[in-house]
């Protein structure tokens, strides 16, 4: 199974910030990786596919990037309504593992 | 609109089976895989496998095989997840959700259901 890893597992940053966070596989995924956004009580979110696609209606302060093992994503201008936890999951092979996630919460 | 819609909460015993239902509505059924995604409390997120409603092929992780099963109805456009000889540990949030690309079986997910709370508690 490929592994993932996430980092940081917990930030703090302020509305207005930019953060970034970072997904990591174990063995090259192309750029077979996602984001989801989730929060509690909630479906996940999809928000990034393909490393660096944004998904339908995703305001554009999140972007994707990276291939094969590395891969980031983005927040600008950080609003209210992004503190949350993200996850990685990459698609590349069976299973689809997700990484442990990264939670995002208002300093 | 594409829409999952899942069954209600479920509360099982130990070694009991429950199974999850999520009907589809709003797009070709057979055409899209659908995955199932569980959240246990204070965990992340984890996925179970995926099935094919056109002919009904699924993959498993290999963590559930033996006890876990996918299927589907065609006639109310329907996937089903049974997880036999539950433990304590299987208490988690489970979601279906269905694949972006069209017939592919290897792409990620873009409409998720509501998801399905089982609770395992003697």
């Known amino acids: 199974d490929i592994q993932m890893t996430q980092s940081p597992s917990s930030l703090s940053a302020s509305v207005g910030d930019r953060v970034t966070l970072t997904c990591r596989a174990n063995q090259g995924i192309s750029k077979n990786l996602a984001w989801f956004q989730l929060k509690p009580g909630k479906a996940p979110k999809p928000l990034i596919y393909a490393a660096s696609s944004l998904q339908s209606g995703v305001p554009s302060r999140f972007s994707g990037n990276g291939s094969r093992t590395d891969f980031t994503l983005t927040i600008n201008s950080l609003q209210p309504e992004d503190f949350a936890t993200y996850y990685c999951q990459q698609y590349d092979s069976r299973p689809f593992t997700f990484g442990p996630g990264s939670k995002l919460d208002i300093k | 609109q594409v829409q999952l819609v899942q069954s209600g909460a479920e509360v099982k015993k130990p070694g009991a089976s429950v199974r999850v239902s999520c009907k589809t509505s709003g797009y070709t059924f057979s055409n899209y895989y659908i995955h199932w995604v569980r959240q246990a409390p204070g965990q992340g997120l984890e996925w179970m496998g995926i099935?094919?409603?056109?002919?009904?092929?699924?993959d498993y992780a290999q963590k559930f095989r033996g006890r876990v099963a996918m299927t589907r109805d065609t006639s109310t456009a329907t996937v089903y997840m049974e997880l036999s000889s539950l433990i304590s540990e299987d208490t988690a949030v489970y979601y279906c959700?269905?694949?972006?690309?069209?017939?592919?079986?290897?792409?990620?997910?873009?409409?998720w259901g509501q998801g399905t709370l089982v609770t395992v508690s003697s």
């Open positions: 099935i094919n409603p056109s002919g009904g092929y699924t």
């Open positions: 959700a269905r694949e972006m690309t069209q017939g592919s079986g290897w792409s990620t997910v873009g409409n």
